[in-house]
């Protein structure tokens, strides 16, 4: 996600009263004889809490499968194609968390949508369509996953960030907008704050990728990931007018800081 997201986030909780630390590690940790856990940090400070939570990833639940009797490795991440299925087989598919391709629920359920449509095909002799957006193909893992970080506020994501559109070679352009100064977020909540962000191929004139930060904003992600979906060209989205007064004319208010088509 964009770096802004992790500080609006920060600020809200730090608004709360949580103590927020960030660019250290910790070094030692004690629980004393009262049950209350000292952390030692490595800037030297230490933090007295009543628990400690580690979140240390996620690891592949592939294990006492049977995987060894058909070559793979228990435990590993199964590695798939676009149609999922497993790499060096001809019948074994893997969708979800397994394949690590995008761990969310919903993608998940996309990937199992193009699985059942490749094997319907594969069995019945049907031609395979596996170009890009096709019909037995989870493409949007790729580039159009979208995600929402239920926080306060919620943080709300597809695409690409700006900087990993940069490092795939995009000649990108970028633009920012305070949802606040949105009409329609003096309908949604009083003293409303917040941020859009949207990211433009300005070889191809697409949107490739926006993030919300807001109050709320989870709602108004579905129309960002069809624009990025559909690669709706820049110049045709100033003709999908949002509703007066919506928070949806954020998009009026990214595409006129952009700047209109010659």
């Given at each position: ?5 992790g500080e609006?986030?920060?600020d809200a909780?730090?608004e709360?009263g949580v103590?927020?630390?960030t660019?250290?590690n ?8 009262h049950?209350?856990?000292t952390?030692t940090?490595d800037?030297?400070t230490?933090v007295v809490t009543?628990?400690v939570l580690?979140?240390?990833?996620r ?5 006492d499968?049977?995987l ?5 490795t ?7 194609d676009?149609t999922?299925?497993?790499?060096g087989?001809?019948w074994?598919y ?6 690590h391709?995008?761990?969310l629920?919903h993608?998940g359920?996309?990937q199992?949508r193009?699985a059942g449509e490749?094997?319907a095909?594969?069995?019945?002799g049907?031609?395979?369509?596996t170009?890009?957006w096709?019909?037995?193909v989870?493409?949007a893992?790729h580039a ?6 239920f926080?306060?506020p919620?943080?709300a994501?597809v ?6 559109a ?9 633009v920012e907008?305070?949802l606040?100064?949105?009409a329609g ?6 003293g ?5 962000k ?5 070889d191809?004139g697409?949107?490739?990728g926006?993030?919300?930060v807001g ?6 992600l579905?129309a960002a990931?069809i624009?990025v979906?559909?690669?709706v060209?820049?110049d045709?989205?100033?003709h999908a ?5 919506t928070?949806?004319?954020i ?11 010659e």
């Amino acid at each position: 996600m964009e770096p802004f997201a992790g500080e609006l986030v920060t600020d809200a909780l730090r608004e709360l009263g949580v103590d927020v630390r960030t660019g250290v590690n910790p070094t030692r940790v004690d629980r004393d004889e009262h049950g209350l856990v000292t952390t030692t940090l490595d800037d030297g400070t230490t933090v007295v809490t009543s628990e400690v939570l580690a979140a240390t990833g996620r690891s592949a639940h592939t294990k006492d499968l049977g995987l060894e009797t058909v070559g793979l490795t228990p435990g590993d991440w199964l590695q798939v194609d676009d149609t999922m299925l497993v790499q060096g087989t001809d019948w074994l598919y893997a969708v979800g968390d397994a394949n690590h391709r995008a761990l969310l629920t919903h993608q998940g359920k996309y990937q199992a949508r193009a699985a059942g449509e490749a094997i319907a095909a594969r069995h019945q002799g049907s031609p395979l369509h596996t170009e890009p957006w096709g019909a037995h193909v989870a493409t949007a893992d790729h580039a159009a996953v979208p995600q929402v970080t239920f926080t306060d506020p919620e943080v709300a994501s597809v695409g690409l960030t700006e900087a990993k559109a940069r490092e795939q070679g995009l000649n990108v352009r970028a633009v920012e907008y305070e949802l606040g100064n949105v009409a329609g977020a003096s309908l949604q909540a009083d003293g409303y704050t917040g941020r859009a962000k949207m990211v433009v191929d300005e070889d191809r004139g697409v949107v490739v990728g926006v993030t919300f930060v807001g109050q709320d904003v989870a709602e108004m992600l579905h129309a960002a990931t069809i624009a990025v979906v559909g690669e709706v060209p820049v110049d045709r989205l100033w003709h999908a007018v949002p509703a007066y007064p919506t928070m949806n004319e954020i998009w009026l208010r990214l595409l006129e800081t952009y700047g209109r088509p010659e």
